[in-house]
C-alpha cells in the first residue's frame, strides 16, 4: 500500500475496470435524444470519474458561500450554458476548467446521460467522463471551497443514506452524508446531485442500491423522459 492507504494495482487491471464502467455507461448515451424539447435555459455538469484502489471513485465540489444560488452545497462541476458553447458538453468542459483547473483536455467524456429540469427550471445534463486518478484540483475560490472524492459504491449504500417524499415531486429526494477521510469533515450530498450519483454509480458498476430510488434501474429513460414532460407542461 502506499502512503494514502491505497493499494497499488497494474495499470492492465485499472483499465479493466475503466473499461468495463465505459462499455456500460455508453448504452445510455442520450445523444441528441432530447433535441426536440423547447429552447429552456440549459446547464450542464461534469461527473468526473477515476479508479483508485481497484474502485470507481467520483470528484465534487463544494461551491462557495457567498455564491447566490446553492450556496454551500456539494454539486458536480457545472453551471449554465454561454452562448458561445457548442453543446452540453462544451458547458461541462468549461466550468470544469473555470471552477476546478480541469483541462478539458484531460478529460475522456463518455456519455451525455437523460437531462432533469431542475427547481429552478434549468434543464440540466449531465455529462459523465474519465479523468485521471493524479489530477489535482486547483479551486476557483470565488466559485467552489472545497473539492473531495467519493467511491461511486458509496451511493449504492443504505446506511448513509435517507430519502423524503416531495409534494408535486414522482421520486422521493435522496440525502446522503459523507464522512470525507482526508478532511475529516461529514460532506451531505443531497437533492439533484445526489440523485445523480446514485444513476452513474449504478450504472457504471451494473450494482443497484440497498435502497428503492423510486423509479425503474434497469430501464430509467422513461422516467425521466415522463418527468421533463410533467415540468415542460408546467412552464
Known amino acids: 500500500m502506499n502512503n494514502e492507504g491505497f493499494v497499488h494495482l497494474s495499470h492492465p487491471y485499472r483499465m479493466e475496470i475503466k473499461e468495463t464502467a465505459k462499455i456500460a455507461l455508453k448504452k445510455y448515451d442520450t445523444g441528441d435524444l432530447f433535441s426536440f424539447l423547447p429552447a429552456i435555459p440549459k446547464a450542464s455538469v461534469l461527473i ?6 481497484g474502485e470507481l471513485h467520483v470528484l465534487m465540489t463544494l461551491r462557495s458561500p457567498h455564491l447566490n444560488s446553492n450556496a454551500g452545497e456539494v454539486c458536480f462541476p457545472g453551471g449554465k450554458s454561454d452562448p458561445e458553447d457548442k453543446d452540453e458538453v462544451d458547458t461541462a468542459l468549461r466550468e470544469a476548467k473555470e471552477e476546478i483547473g480541469l483541462p478539458p483536455e484531460e478529460v475522456e467524456v463518455v456519455c451525455k446521460l437523460f437531462p432533469i429540469i431542475n427547481k429552478r427550471g434549468l434543464l440540466v445534463t449531465p455529462v459523465v467522463a474519465f479523468i485521471d486518478e493524479t489530477f ?5 475560490p ?3 471551497s472545497e473539492v ?3 467511491p461511486l459504491d458509496f451511493f449504492r449504500l443504505e446506511a448513509a443514506h435517507s430519502m423524503y417524499p416531495i409534494q408535486g415531486m414522482t421520486a422521493p429526494l435522496h440525502s446522503f452524508l459523507y464522512p470525507d477521510p482526508t478532511s475529516g469533515k461529514q460532506q451531505q450530498i443531497w437533492g439533484l446531485t445526489a440523485m445523480i450519483a446514485i444513476i452513474v454509480s449504478v450504472l457504471a458498476t451494473q450494482k443497484k442500491p440497498e435502497f428503492n430510488v423510486g423509479f425503474d434501474l434497469d430501464n430509467p429513460l422513461p422516467f425521466f423522459q415522463r418527468n ?8
Open 228 to 235: 421533463i414532460d410533467i415540468r415542460i407542461s408546467k412552464l
Open 136 to 140: 489535482v484540483a486547483q479551486p476557483n
Open 142 to 144: 470565488a466559485e467552489v
Open 148 to 150: 473531495f472524492t467519493v
Open 48 to 53: 468526473p470519474v477515476f479508479v483508485r484502489g
